[in-house]
């Protein structure tokens, strides 16, 4: 059974960073799309970021354009967490944030993934 844990969470104030990190059991990174998503209180779950590897192209990202260019999402190499590095923190990007992973290629639909970690808080005040 895959486990995802995030951590790094927590409250920052806006324009402030933080930097999450999702780690696996039994999972290697690199055979698997890992997504990032998130979700405010009311609100449903919206699409952060994904990575994604094939053996032609190697690593690819995808971000949404509410985050674009103030989150990035890495990993060091297919053993180690694989991270989501937050910049310029806004209010709106409070919710909580969650791990996901699945086999194959990457996508922002949160219902293709397998594996969900069970979420961090990332707080913003303003």
């Known amino acids: 059974q895959v486990q995802l844990v995030e951590s790094g969470g927590g409250l920052v104030q806006a324009g402030g960073s933080l930097r999450l990190s999702c780690a696996a059991s039994?999972?290697?990174?690199?055979?698997?799309?890992m997504g990032w998503f998130r979700q405010a209180p009311g609100k449903e779950r919206e699409f952060v970021a994904y990575?994604?590897?094939?053996?032609?192209?190697?690593?690819?990202?995808f971000h949404a354009d509410s985050v674009k260019g103030r989150f990035t999402i890495s990993r060091d190499n297919a053993k180690k967490p694989v991270y989501l590095q937050m910049n310029d923190l806004k209010p709106e990007d409070t919710a909580i944030y969650y791990c996901?992973?699945?086999?194959?290629?990457?996508?922002?639909?949160?219902?293709?993934?397998?594996?969900w970690g069970q979420g961090t808080q990332v707080t913003v005040s303003s």
């Open positions: 039994t999972l290697t990174f690199s055979t698997y799309t």
């Open positions: 990575m994604s590897w094939n053996p032609w192209s190697g690593d690819s990202t």
């Open positions: 996901a992973a699945k086999s194959g290629g990457g996508t922002r639909d949160s219902r293709g993934y397998d594996y």
